[in-house]
């Protein structure tokens, strides 16, 4: 898969994951990637300008289904400008991730264990890994083996009053933990 379909599938990820958070609005949304995820996605090197000039071909990828998506920087940091339509397609178009949106509502009670959540990643593969985190900013490590679509790496912090969570794109979280 290229680097243009990966970031696409990603955009529309985490567009799937505040819908199911938020609720669905037609509405316009930014999403900010720094360069060091983007170079992973592209499996590049690119500085920024480079990098920039790599965007502009972007929305030849999302037209059919994100539409035009506009993309300005700030140093290192991206935004991606998706429109209503973007919006609006993800909802439409895409199913429903009905594991985003069960660790959503996990993660939303005040009673949730990390029981609760290993237990919700066992139910969906067999061909888990969890792994305790020696970080501060993190307790646990949990994410899908093999033969699963989901390829993130999701991070929890029990607060004691309820639980966190982070998803990163694998290369990203060997970029930060490793």
């Known amino acids: 898969m290229n680097g243009y379909k990966i970031l696409e599938n990603n955009l529309i990820d985490i567009i799937k994951e505040e819908q199911a958070k938020l609720g669905y609005r037609k509405e316009k949304i930014r999403l900010y ?3 060091s ?10 500085n ?16 059919e289904t994100l539409g ?10 991206f ?11 993800v909802h439409e178009n895409t199913k429903e991730d009905e594991f ?7 993660v939303g009670k005040h009673e949730t264990k990390m029981q609760d959540i290993e237990n919700l990643f066992l139910s969906k593969a067999s061909k888990v890994h969890i792994e305790k985190m020696e970080d ?7 994410y899908f083996e093999e033969d699963s679509e989901d390829t993130y790496y999701y991070c929890f912090k029990d607060e004691g009053f309820h639980i966190i969570y982070h998803r990163f794109l694998p290369d990203d979280y060997k970029d930060i933990y490793q």
């Open 33 to 35: 990637y720094p360069l």
């Open 37 to 46: 995820s983007l170079n992973n996605i592209f499996s590049s090197q690119d």
């Open 48 to 63: 920024v300008y480079e990098m920039d000039e790599r965007l502009k071909k972007l929305s030849e990828y999302t037209n």
């Open 68 to 77: 035009e998506v506009i993309v300005s920087n700030k140093d290192d940091r």
């Open 79 to 89: 935004c991606f400008y998706i429109n209503e339509q973007g919006a609006e397609y």
């Open 100 to 106: 985003i949106k069960r660790l959503i509502e996990l």
């Open 136 to 142: 501060n900013e993190f307790d646990t490590l949990i």
